[in-house]
C-alpha cells in the first residue's frame, strides 16, 4: 500500500484539491477534519474528546489522531493507497504513517498568511455533497451545485479568532514536518496562491499523472 499526503496551512486548498486528485487518481480522500467532524456530529468518545480542542482552533492529540487511521486505513477501500488530507500534523503522526504505510509523494500546496484568513472566514460548502466554495473566488454556479440541492452550510471553527490559533498551530507544530519529508527526497512544493485549475495541473505533474 502506498499513499500521498496533501500538507498545508489551513484554508490552502487542500479538500479543494483533493476533489480533483481524487478524480484522476482514484485514490479515496481521507481527511482527518472530515472524519472528527463526524465524530463530533454523532457524539462518539471520540468526538466529545475532540470537540474542545477543535472550536479552539487547536490540534487534537497524536493518541486519538493515530487511532483513527488505523481504523480507517484497515476499509477495503484503502488496500491501494490513499490519500491523506490534512494527516500527518505532527511528528509523532508522521512516525506512526511510515509504519502503516509508504509514503511516495507529499504535495505542499503554500499560500501566504495574509491570504488565509480571507479564504477561510469566505468558505462555505454544500450541506448535500461536501463540496466547498468559496464567496469571491469559487462561489456556487448560478446553475445550482452539481448535486442539484445546494444548501449552504459553514463550519464552527471558520471564524477569524480560530483561524489565527489554527495558523499558529500550523507554524509551530505542523510546519517541521517539511524538513522532515524534504529529506526523504518526496516533499514536492506547490504555488497555492493562484487559480485552482493551474493547482491542480502542477500537483498531477508532480504526482506522474
Ligand atoms: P481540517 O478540517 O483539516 O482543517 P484545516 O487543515 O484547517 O484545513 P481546511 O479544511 O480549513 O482547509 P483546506 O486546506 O482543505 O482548504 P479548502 O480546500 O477548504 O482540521 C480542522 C481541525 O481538526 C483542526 O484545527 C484540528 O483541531 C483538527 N485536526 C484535523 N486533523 C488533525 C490532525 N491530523 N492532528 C490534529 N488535529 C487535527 O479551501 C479553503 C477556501 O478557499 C474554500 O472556500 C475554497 O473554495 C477556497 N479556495 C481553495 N483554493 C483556492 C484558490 N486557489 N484560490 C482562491 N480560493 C481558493
Given at each position: 500500500m502506498s499513499s500521498i499526503v496533501l500538507f498545508g496551512p489551513p484554508g490552502a486548498g487542500k479538500g479543494t484539491q483533493a476533489e480533483r486528485i481524487m478524480i484522476s487518481t482514484g485514490l479515496p480522500q481521507v481527511s482527518t477534519g472530515d472524519m472528527l467532524r463526524a465524530a463530533v456530529k454523532e457524539q462518539t468518545p471520540t468526538g466529545l474528546e475532540a470537540k474542545g480542542y477543535m472550536e479552539a482552533g487547536q490540534l487534537v492529540p497524536d493518541s486519538i489522531i493515530i487511532e483513527l487511521i488505523r481504523q480507517r486505513i484497515?476499509?477495503?477501500?484503502?488496500i491501494d493507497g490513499v490519500m491523506f488530507d490534512g494527516?500527518?500534523?505532527?511528528i509523532p503522526q508522521a512516525e506512526a504513517l511510515a509504519e502503516i504505510t509508504d509514503v511516495t509523494h507529499v504535495i505542499a500546496i503554500e499560500v501566504p498568511d495574509e491570504k488565509i484568513v480571507e479564504r477561510i472566514c469566505g468558505r462555505y460548502s454544500c450541506s448535500n455533497c461536501g463540496l466547498v466554495f468559496h464567496?469571491?473566488?469559487?462561489?456556487?454556479p448560478e446553475s445550482g451545485c452539481t448535486c442539484g440541492n445546494f444548501e449552504e452550510k459553514r463550519r464552527a471553527d471558520d471564524n477569524q479568532d480560530t483561524v489565527l490559533s489554527r495558523l499558529s498551530a500550523y507554524h509551530e507544530q505542523t510546519s517541521p514536518l517539511a524538513e522532515w519529508y524534504d529529506n526523504l527526497g518526496i516533499f514536492h512544493r506547490i504555488d497555492?496562491?493562484?487559480?485552482i485549475d493551474l493547482i491542480s495541473t502542477d500537483i498531477l505533474e508532480a504526482l506522474g499523472n
Open positions: 484497515k476499509l477495503p477501500d484503502a494527516f500527518p500534523r505532527t464567496e469571491t473566488f469559487n462561489p456556487v497555492g496562491d493562484r487559480a
